[in-house]
């Protein structure tokens, strides 16, 4: 079983600061990417910033220049910095892996339970 351990999410005001982060555990074999997507209320579910196995990352236009993804491989973790925030960035943030369990195995992709962000004054 793979598991997603989210954290970090809370209420903050506009132009804080909060850092969530996502832990990964379980039968891995290898982690293709690693990301974090985010869902207001009433709206589909939207890519925040996603980071590949070799480092590149991709961010959505709303964010950039203000959120950073990050990883560290040797505890399966990713993390993502937020700045600036706004209250336009209040939404579940969740976090996604795609890995496979076995060397030439299948990719999957798994979901974290959601971790709540609230900008406002």
């Known amino acids: 079983q793979v598991q997603l351990v989210e954290s970090g999410g809370g209420l903050v005001q506009p132009g804080g600061s909060l850092r969530l982060s996502c832990a990964v555990s379980?039968?891995?074999?290898?982690?293709?990417?690693m990301g974090w997507y985010r869902q207001a209320p009433g709206k589909q579910r939207e890519l925040v910033a996603t980071?590949?196995?070799?480092?590149?990352?991709n961010y959505a236009d709303s964010v950039k220049g203000r959120f950073t993804i990050s990883r560290d491989n040797a505890k399966n973790t990713v993390y993502l910095q937020m700045n600036s925030l706004k209250p336009e960035d209040t939404g579940v943030y969740y976090c996604?892996?795609?890995?496979?369990?076995?060397?030439?195995?299948?990719?999957?992709?798994?979901w974290g339970q959601g971790t709540q962000v609230t900008v406002s004054s």
């Open positions: 996604k892996v795609d890995l496979r369990k076995e060397r030439y195995g299948l990719r999957y992709d798994y």
């Open positions: 379980g039968s891995i074999f290898s982690i293709n990417s």
């Open positions: 980071m590949i196995s070799g480092g590149s990352t």
